[in-house]
């Protein structure tokens, strides 16, 4: 009789089939050896920025697809005007040609962080349990999320609410090295991030945040033609604000979706349907860090963006919909509307800036026919 079988079966993991992993880089990928035994099994989409005729090494044992400026510019014909040339912003490239319906991406300068009991820490999974719980964007819980394991709803939350909303977003913090900007860079250049916060929360309803892209997962059959990073870098008069720039209209968008408000004239209102809830948290998983950008490189990218942020933020707090926009496409064409008429007296980039998300939602439908029926129907 022979005895039990000596190869290993790895498990599989959450939502194999359902998750693409998205990396921007200019560089060979060695960075996914440490990932190895929470990656492997994922489906990667690897958007190389710079030099087309560079050869990117990739570890041996991925599953991946590779593409390069000449394969957008292949892919997408003139609408590739509105994909980032020599910045991180060109990952939203691989968000639009995924066929999956969640999203992870990660910067290669980011490695697997330790909890405090030093085990190595699953980032990916933990995006994927945040996705699959529910938000509670209405009201806030004093204990975070109640749908982890050893928490709950406190006492005084209403019990209509506790059901809660799908999750749009979830977004992932980072050990070491912080994600400040470059003046904070400048004055506290040795300052690294050593707190490790056991907590994911759901950011209220109405409040907007800096999202960072370098640690982010979605669900992109909701929120997907949202994401968007923007025009940075090559070209451009401001670079390192793509990813808030997305973070500033999906939260938006999700807040826009989530109840429907009455208005007296009918004409229009802050919320467009009211069977369609989302939520974005923040706060775990943490990733390790391991690269501090040059603030000078940073401020100079940067600077533009520090005054103009001053009058974007009061822009996204105070627009309003038409009651006609009942899809993210919709809003989104709606909101580049918005942006050219009243962020484009700011800068003419603002004027720029709107007609590629327009590109952009065009582009996102070509390639995703079906995209626009779904969110109509999520």
């Known amino acids: 009789m022979s005895g039990p079988s000596s190869v290993s079966v790895k498990p599989t993991p959450l939502l194999k089939d ?13 960075f996914l050896e440490m990932w190895r035994p929470f990656f492997e099994q994922y ?7 710079g030099d087309p005729t560079k050869t990117i090494h990739v570890p041996e044992g991925f599953d991946y697809e590779l593409y390069n400026r000449n394969d957008i510019n292949r892919i997408l014909g003139p609408k590739a005007s509105c994909i980032s040339f020599k910045d991180s912003a060109c990952r939203c490239f ?17 490695f697997v962080a330790k909890d405090p009991s030093g085990k190595d820490i699953n980032a990916l999974e933990q995006h994927i349990k945040n996705l699959l719980s529910p938000s509670t964007p209405f009201f806030f819980n004093t204990l975070y999320d ?25 977004h992932g913090l980072w050990l070491n090295i912080p994600d400040y900007d470059a003046p904070t860079q400048l004055v506290k250049p040795r300052e690294r991030n050593s707190r490790y916060v056991d907590a994911v929360l759901t950011i209220p309803k109405g409040t907007l945040f800096p999202m ?10 909701l929120i997907g033609p949202a994401m968007y990073f923007g025009l940075m870098g090559d070209g451009q008069p401001i670079g390192r604000y793509d990813d808030m720039w ?3 209209c999906i939260k938006f968008v999700t807040d826009l979706l989530l109840i429907s408000l009455n208005n007296t004239d009918g004409s229009t209102h802050k919320v467009i349907c009211d069977h369609m809830g989302w ?13 501090a950008s040059n603030p000078f490189v940073n401020l100079k990218k940067e600077y533009k963006g520090i005054y103009w942020q001053e009058e974007i933020i009061p822009f996204f707090q105070q627009i309003v919909m038409p009651k006609e926009c009942t899809t993210v496409q919709a809003c989104y064409i709606e ?21 590629a998300m327009v590109t952009w939602i065009e582009a996102w439908d070509e390639l995703n026919p079906k995209a626009e029926v779904a969110a109509a129907k999520a």
């Not at 489906?43 to 920025?49: A, P, R, W």
């Not at 775990?284 to 391991?290: E, K, M, T, V």
């Open 43 to 49: 489906h990667l989409i690897i958007v190389q920025d």
């Open 18 to 30: 359902e998750l693409d992993i998205v990396i921007p880089t200019i560089r060979n990928l060695d």
């Open 212 to 221: 960072c892209g370098m640690n982010l997962g979605f669900d992109r059959e």
């Open 246 to 248: 997305a973070g500033w």
């Open 146 to 170: 109640p749908y982890r394991e050893g928490a709950d709803f406190v006492r005084g939350y209403p019990f209509s609410l506790r059901e809660g909303v799908p999750t749009a977003v979830s």
């Open 94 to 110: 691989g968000y639009m040609v995924s066929k999956k319906k969640y999203i992870y991406t990660i910067d290669d300068d980011c």
């Open 279 to 291: 939520g974005v948290k923040t706060g775990l998983p943490y990733i390790w860090h391991s690269k």
């Open 335 to 355: 909101l580049s509307k918005q942006v050219q008429e009243k962020l484009g007296k700011i800068d003419p980039y603002f004027t720029k800036l709107a007609e």
